[in-house]
């Protein structure tokens, strides 16, 4: 259990499955976090972080792909105003 963004949330750890199955590909690095809202069920932050290699290390012409993939939710529960720019307000000749 934390507390993000005022949500108290559940932390979970997760590793991407999978990753080189078919291809021959390593990954060398493969974390990823989330934490869920306890009241809601929804997604807090989240974040992975993948490295993968071609092929094993120390194959001179391998390659080394990086992911850093993160986000999260702020202001949760806040009233947001949302106003249509002029060319898209309704068209108030217009009969639907």
Known sequence: EEEIN???TNHFNFMVKGIGDSSGSIA???????WLAQDGNYIVRYKLLLEIRSAA???PDAQVYNMDVSFEITDIN???SVSLPPDCQPDSSSQE
């Open 6 to 8: 005022g949500v108290k």
């Open 28 to 34: 060398t690095v493969n974390q990823g976090d989330y």
């Open 57 to 59: 290390e120390g194959t």
């Open 78 to 80: 806040i009233p947001v």
